[in-house]
């Protein structure tokens, strides 16, 4: 069957854009039926951290508020929530709500998610999550939307529909699922086992201002100037991969999708090509090594380190951007963090790359590091 992806221009954040912009983008799905008298549709946004819409690391409060108006005209009742890295209680959550803008929803009529207990479900249908910890108040949703922000991802390449639903784990519980599945493919699986628990009925994209460089958190805003919604996050993804030129290798999540047969044909409305930014400013995430064989014995174990440390991206340090803030002390899952003259130490042997500590830094000074060689051979 195939998916719909709608790709429409949205050149900035005005209310008369954004307005404009969604009754092209809505256009193909028709009479957005889930949308009906009494539905709850809960909008899961991107509110990774308590940081302005400038800064382009959140789903924009313009675009929120637009398509909360919508569903509400239709008769739906709407929240927005998320759960950022870090703690999920009233406290924090509604400060990331005035700090991101998001707080503006609720003009519209939608509610903020204000309902900060979590549940502990098994999973049987899943591939690598067989039992889950996640949101609770999206028990209380008829439907789901995925209202996510297109960003670089230090870990995964890119941060688009297949990421944002990381979010439905309460912050405290995500270091733990770095710990759990380390290994780049598991993640993504993981990911993929998220989005097929909680299937969002539509997914949405703010292209308006992307994310470059650094990102999910730290990275530079770049003006893309699309608006994309789609009924599925896989055929979603590939397209927002085509729009920023990143390799569909290079991001698990998408690979992971195909390998699963989950990729769906995709029928477009718009042209990516009228949105792609040829120089976008990417995160070379080197994966998990393949030789192929194991390799075996000691020389296997020595070459196969050897080449991990000569191939694969590293979090490193930028010391004068440091403020001794302790923050990736605290979320580095694998404890590979020692504090020393008020300085993030890593312990290589430890760390499992899972760019958590560059993700949460608050002041990029952790970057994602491409070993030279790596460059030199475009691995
Ligand atoms: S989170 Fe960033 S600023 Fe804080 S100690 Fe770590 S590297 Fe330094
Ligand atoms: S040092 Fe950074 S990348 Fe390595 S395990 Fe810790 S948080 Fe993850």
Do not use: W
């Amino acid at each position: 069957m195939k998916s719909i992806v709608s790709i429409t221009s949205c050149a900035d954040y005005s209310p008369e854009t954004v307005k404009a912009a969604f009754e092209r983008a809505l256009t193909p799905f028709g009479e957005l039926t889930f949308a009906r008298p009494g539905a709850r549709i809960v909008i899961k946004a991107n509110l990774v951290s308590m940081m302005k819409p400038e800064s382009a690391a959140t789903t924009h409060p313009a675009l929120l508020c637009e398509l909360c108006r919508i569903l509400i005209a239709r008769g739906a009742q709407v929240t927005v929530g998320d759960s950022p890295g870090g703690l999920y209680t009233s406290a924090y959550v509604n400060a990331v709500y005035t700090g991101t803008g998001v707080r503006a929803v609720l003009e519209t009529g939608a509610k903020l998610n204000q309902n900060f207990e979590h549940v502990h479900a098994l999973n049987p249908g899943g591939k690598t999550l067989k039992e889950l910890d996640y949101t609770s108040y999206l028990d209380d949703a008829d439907a789901i939307i995925d209202f996510c922000k297109l960003k670089t991802h230090g870990m995964m390449g890119m941060s688009a529909c297949v990421k944002n639903m990381f979010g439905c784990v309460p912050g405290v519980f995500k270091p733990e699922y770095h710990y759990k599945f380390p290994n780049h493919r598991a993640f993504a699986d993981m990911l993929i086992d998220l989005n097929e628990r909680f299937k969002p009925v539509l997914c949405v994209v703010d292209a308006v201002t992307g994310m470059e460089g650094n990102g999910p958190t730290a990275g530079t805003p770049r003006h893309i100037g699309a608006l994309l919604v789609s009924d599925s996050p896989y055929a979603c993804d590939r397209v927002c991969a085509d729009i920023i030129g990143i390799e569909p290798e290079q991001v698990e999540t998408i690979a992971a999708a195909r390998e699963r047969g989950l990729e769906p044909e995709a029928q477009l409305t718009g042209n990516p090509a009228d949105f792609a930014v040829k120089d976008y400013e990417l995160v070379r995430v080197r994966k998990e090594l393949s030789f192929g064989v194991e390799a075996h014995g000691l020389f296997g174990k020595v070459f196969g380190r050897v080449a991990h440390a000569a191939l694969c991206s590293v979090p490193k340090l930028t010391r004068s951007e440091c403020v001794g803030c302790e923050k990736c002390y605290t979320v580095c899952p694998a404890h590979a963090i020692e504090m020393r003259s008020h300085r993030p130490v890593i312990d290589r042997s430890k760390c499992i790359r899972c760019f958590c500590c560059q993700e949460f830094c608050p002041k990029g000074a952790m970057k994602v590091k491409r070993p030279l060689i790596a460059k030199m051979l475009n691995r």
